[in-house]
């Protein structure tokens, strides 16, 4: 086995889909630009993202559709607020989704598929969250490596939508300890596991894991609300 690996970098992280009219809506619904409740006019979109009213039209259906957009009579199109039940509710389809995709890369892993694993992982754990943005870069390089052949395409770009609203919330705050602790101990169980060519227990370890990010995310929301209110 070659014990080579090279260098992960982000610029090689390229969503599957970009530049959409319906993505720049959802990425600012996302990361804030556009608030929880916020009515969205179609004619002031159609300015903000420099193109004409149909565009935003067919993006607030998708968006209404995958649940970023709600429409009351009389009050038109307004963000969602992205609160401690949307993610609850994103965390429950990732744990069905990615043990899903894991169970057929362990058909697939190789032994260079493992190398990659393993370097990366060994990037991270050097690191050790001192770089929010370089470890969130190499968390995505290695679950995209498990994830990244399988056929199944739809279920890959839902897994990668709900990952990028969780990685854009989650970079509000802070990791925990245990938290740390968890993502680092779990991602050696994974690779243990996909050397061995043990799907039920690659399976069980992918879905810990992600309904610990989930739950790790949903407590500091739950935190943050607490002290608003207090």
């Not at 965390?91 to 057929?104: G, N, S």
């Not at 390089?141 to 609203?165: K, M, S, V």
Request: hydrophobic share 40%.
């Amino acid at each position: 086995m070659d014990q080579t690996a090279p260098h992960f970098d982000s610029d090689l992280l390229d969503p599957p889909e970009a530049g959409s009219i319906y993505q720049a809506i959802r990425d600012d619904i996302v990361n804030g630009r556009l608030a929880p409740n916020e009515r969205l006019v179609i004619s002031a979109l159609a300015t903000r993202y420099g193109t004409s009213t149909n565009p935003i039209r067919e993006a607030l259906q998708q968006l209404r559709g995958e649940g970023y957009v709600v429409f009351s009579y009389n009050r038109g199109a307004r963000v969602r607020s992205l609160d401690e039940d949307f993610i609850r509710d994103i965390t429950e389809v990732q744990a069905l989704i990615e043990p899903y995709l894991t169970e057929l890369f362990v058909e697939l892993v190789s032994d260079a598929d493992i190398v990659r694993l393993e370097s990366i992982q060994d990037e991270i754990e050097e690191l050790n969250f001192a770089d929010i943005y370089r470890h969130s870069a190499l968390d995505t390089a290695f679950h995209r490596t498990l994830y990244d052949r399988h056929y199944n395409r739809l279920a890959f770009e839902q897994w990668w939508r709900n990952r990028e609203i969780m990685g854009a919330i989650s970079s509000r705050f802070p990791y925990s300890l245990s938290r740390r602790t968890a993502v680092l101990k779990e991602h050696r169980e994974l690779i243990a596991a996909l050397r061995g060519h043990d799907a039920p227990r690659a399976c069980e370890v992918i879905a810990r894991h992600t309904r610990g990010s989930g739950l790790h995310i949903v407590e500091h929301m739950r935190a943050a609300r607490h002290r608003s209110q207090n």
